[in-house]
């Protein structure tokens, strides 16, 4: 299994990035997927999670801001974020629940300038 998020950096507060996540080396149009993050000091979260056959889920505290999509056709995952504020500033990992466990991959930084 290997996921490589990338699309972060430098923001300016309501700026609106897209997060992807490539993903390989399993059967990706049937696993739910999902973006977590961890700010500084902070636990991780999860932000977004997509089941293969269900809605998405999204956190409260991006709701109406974060949107979690799927391309299986690419095998990519994406989060656009719109309206980003510097409480966003985190690191951003995509995950895949394969069988009974959870993969991730290298986050991508996501800095919301204020």
């Known amino acids: 299994v290997q996921l490589q998020a990338y699309g972060g950096g430098l923001v300016e507060t309501g700026g609106f990035p897209r997060l992807t996540c490539a993903a390989s080396?399993?059967?990706?149009?049937?696993?739910?997927m999902a973006w977590y993050r961890r700010g500084p000091g902070k636990e991780r979260e999860l932000v977004a999670r997509?089941?293969?056959?269900?809605?998405?889920v999204v956190e409260d505290s991006v709701k109406g801001r974060f949107t979690i999509s799927r391309d299986n056709t690419e095998n990519k995952l994406y989060l656009q974020m719109l309206i980003l504020k510097p409480e966003d500033t985190a690191v951003y990992y995509c995950?895949?629940?394969?069988?009974?466990?959870?993969?991730w991959g290298e986050g991508t930084l996501v800095t919301v300038s204020s």
């Open positions: 997509l089941h293969y056959s269900r809605s998405p």
């Open positions: 080396g399993f059967a990706f149009s049937s696993t739910t």
């Open positions: 995950s895949a629940e394969v069988g009974e466990r959870d993969f």
